[in-house]
T-cell receptor, first 111, second 114 residues
Framework: GDSVTQMEGPVTLSEEAFLTINCTYT??????LFWYVQYPGEGLQLLLK?????DKGSNKGFEATYRKETTSFHLEKGSVQVSDSAVYFC??????????FGTGTRLQVFP | DGGITQSPKYLFRKEGQNVTLSCEQN?????MYWYRQDPGQGLRLIYY???????QKGDIAEGYSVSREKKESFPLTVTSAQKNPTAFYLC?????????????FGDGTRLSIL
């Protein structure tokens, strides 16, 4: 079945460092891909999405490009802030429009 | 403001007790979802509903029940048959009329055993 694999956390960075969180997927067809962010004690917020190959989603300085050839959707940010500390989830929507989530990657940013 | 409201924020269950988690949305979305979140396991789908008066089991439906009598409401009952109910429960909704629309989430209910 469809699945999403994310890099293990936590990812620990200093403020203003470059961020990459890897995400790869296995899917039949052409899924839409999403990154969600979860702050402590809260629900998930949509961070960005891409609906077809080579699409780039972007929001709040975060970017991810839908790479069909490598089945990847890596999340990047050029300069992280302490306020970016959260858990990040990669997800795909399957042929029935249900979301399949990765296990999440915790990001910790220190000043 | 449009959004999804989950209540209560914290809930405690005694042995043998059924408890119901509320989820209300005013986004006029057709589809609604319930997820369970455990540490290190991401989110797992419990039940979902694409339309009023219809719902389907997700990956971990055993020990749970739902109803969808109104478009805006999708309550989840955690029954006594669910032997390990301690988790963070998230409700979501989605617009289905247009393709590839993302799911929107509430702030969750944390359920613990007394």
């Amino acid at each position: 079945g469809d699945s999403v694999t994310q890099m293990e956390g936590p990812v620990t960075l200093s403020e203003e460092a470059f961020l990459t969180i890897n995400c790869t997927y296995t899917a039949t067809g052409y899924p839409s891909l999403f990154w969600y962010v979860q702050y402590p004690g809260e629900g998930l917020q949509l961070l960005l999405k891409a609906t077809k190959a080579d699409d780039k989603g972007s929001n709040k300085g975060f970017e991810a490009t839908y790479r069909k050839e490598t089945t990847s959707f890596h999340l990047e940010k050029g300069s992280v802030q302490v306020s970016d500390s959260a858990v990040y989830f990669c997800a795909l929507s399957d042929v029935t429009d249900k979301l399949i989530f990765g296990t999440g990657t915790r990001l910790q940013v220190f000043p | 403001d449009g959004g999804i409201t989950q209540s209560p924020k914290y809930l405690f269950r005694k042995e043998g007790q059924n408890v119901t988690l509320s989820c209300e949305q005013n986004l006029n979305h057709d589809a609604m979802y319930w997820y369970r979140q455990d540490p290190g396991q991401g989110l797992r789908l419990i039940y979902y509903s694409q339309i009023v008066n219809d719902f389907q089991k997700g990956d971990i439906a055993e020990g749970y029940s739902v109803s969808r009598e109104k478009k805006e409401s999708f309550p989840l009952t955690v029954t006594s048959a669910q032997k390990n109910p301690t988790a963070f429960y998230l409700c979501a909704s989605r617009e289905t009329g247009l393709g590839n629309q993302p799911q929107h989430f509430g702030d969750g209910t944390r359920l613990s055993i007394l």
